[in-house]
Every structure is written in C-alpha cells, then in structure tokens.
C-alpha cells in the first residue's frame, strides 16, 4: 500500500472533510442549505471525499473503528458520484447532522491511536 493510502492519511482526510462541512453548513438549517447551490455542491464534494477515504481505509476501517457503517459510508460515494440526480437534501442533511459528529469522533480517537507512540 502506498503512503498516500496510510491509514493515518485517510483517516486526516476524513477528518478534514468532516471539519469543512461543518464550517461550510456553521449556522444553516436544511433549507437554507437547498437555496445555497455553491455550498451544498461543496458539502456533496467533500462527503465524496470522506467516502473515497473509507474506501481506502478498506479493512482498516472495521478493524479502527468496528461501529461504524462503513458499507453504507462507501454507498453514499457511490450514490453522490453515479445517482447525483437522485440525492435528496434530507439525505445530505441526516448525514451531515446525524451521521458525520459519531464519525468524526470516531477517527479522530483511530488516528490518536495511530499516532501515539
């Protein structure tokens, strides 16, 4: 595996992306989130990121963080990079408000491991 798919790397990513949304949506509810284009296209893209990191992640990701949905974590990507049409702001919203706060929790605790000595 190359340094560039660390588990390290994939779990910063993950947590970066994560971080950004978070300040992108700072202080939006759902609806305004739909009337913004230019910041649900960046939430979308990094939510893509996050799920092309667990992608990487591979077993990793059950072994770092066994709670995690990470089979329906590498679904979104999917859904957002082939059925972009077909992804409901409830959706983006629930993963956002719902789903990324455990998430993050949870890699953030995996990469301290991971980088303790």
């Known amino acids: 595996m190359s340094s560039r798919?660390?588990?390290a790397t994939c779990l910063a990513d993950i947590l970066e992306n994560v971080d950004r949304i978070n300040t992108y949506v700072l202080?939006?509810?759902?609806?305004s989130l739909g009337r913004d284009g230019r910041t649900r296209d960046a939430v979308e893209r990094c939510l893509e990121r996050i799920c092309e990191a667990a992608?990487?992640?591979g077993d990793q990701a059950v072994i770092l963080m066994p709670d995690?949905?990470?089979?329906?974590?590498?679904?979104m990507g999917n859904r957002l990079r082939h059925g972009y049409d077909r992804i409901s702001?409830?959706?983006?919203w629930n993963a956002i408000t719902e789903e990324?706060?455990?998430l993050r929790a949870d890699v953030a605790e995996a990469l301290e491991r991971l980088t303790s000595p």
């Open 55 to 57: 992608f990487r992640l």
């Open 68 to 75: 995690q949905p990470w089979r329906d974590i590498r679904g």
């Open 27 to 31: 202080d939006m509810d759902r609806e």
């Open 89 to 92: 702001l409830a959706v983006i």
């Open 100 to 102: 990324l706060p455990a």
């Open 5 to 7: 798919h660390e588990p």
